[in-house]
C-alpha cells in the first residue's frame, strides 16, 4: 500500500457515513463474562439455538471480511475501517476517528442476534455494558463519504454481506468520541 492510500484517522470527516456489517457472533470476545453466564445458568451447550447449538451459536467462528472490502476498495472512497473487537463500538471505534469528531451511532439500525440477546438476559448485563463489551452484531464499521453509501450498500450486498446505514461523523470537540442513541 501506498503511504498516500493508508487509511489514517485524519481521511474521516463530519458528514460521512458509517455503514455496519453483521457479525458471525461474538468473535472471540467476552469469553470471560461468556463463561461467567454458562457457569451460573448451567445452561446445556448442546441444546438447540437459533438453528444450531447453543455451543456452536457461542463459538462461531470470527468472520474475516478481506474479500467483499477488496471489492469495495477497487470502487469506492474508504475513509476508515473498524473490526468490532473487544470493548466493542465505544472503545474501538475512537481508535480510527480524528480528533473533534464523534461517531454517532443509531442503535435502532439493526436487531441484536440471539445469542447477544440470550447473553443479556441471562446475565443480566446491562445495555451500555453489552455494547462496551460484545459487538452486539456488528462485525466491521466502515466509513465513507455520505455520497457514496448507496453504492457501498450495494457492493456488500453483492459481496453476500449484511450491512446498513450504522450512523454518522458530527463535529465534536475534544478526542474522538462515539455515543450511542440507545
Request: charged content about 20%; aromatic content about 6%; overall charge negative.
Amino acid at each position: 500500500v501506498e503511504r498516500d492510500e493508508l487509511l489514517t484517522p485524519d481521511r474521516v470527516q463530519p458528514g460521512d457515513a458509517l455503514i455496519g456489517v453483521a457479525s458471525s457472533g461474538p468473535h472471540s470476545n467476552g469469553y470471560s463474562l461468556i463463561r461467567r453466564i454458562i457457569e451460573a445458568t448451567g445452561v446445556d451447550l448442546g441444546a438447540p439455538f437459533d438453528g444450531v447449538t447453543l455451543g456452536e451459536r457461542l463459538l462461531a467462528p470470527t468472520r474475516i471480511y478481506v474479500k467483499p472490502l477488496l471489492a469495495l476498495f477497487e470502487q469506492v472512497e474508504v475513509r476508515s475501517l473498524c473490526h468490532i473487537t473487544g470493548g466493542g463500538l465505544p472503545e474501538n471505534l475512537p481508535r480510527v476517528l480524528p480528533d473533534n469528531t464523534v461517531a454517532r451511532i443509531e442503535t435502532a439500525s439493526w436487531q441484536w442476534p440471539a445469542v447477544f440477546s440470550w447473553l443479556q438476559e441471562q446475565g443480566q448485563v446491562e445495555t451500555r455494558e453489552m455494547y462496551r463489551t460484545f459487538n452486539c452484531g456488528v462485525g466491521m464499521v466502515i466509513c465513507v463519504p455520505a455520497a457514496q453509501l448507496g453504492q457501498c450498500l450495494s457492493i456488500l450486498e453483492e459481496q453476500g454481506e449484511t450491512a446498513w446505514v450504522l450512523g454518522c461523523i458530527e463535529a465534536g470537540d475534544g478526542e474522538a468520541r462515539v455515543e450511542l442513541n440507545v
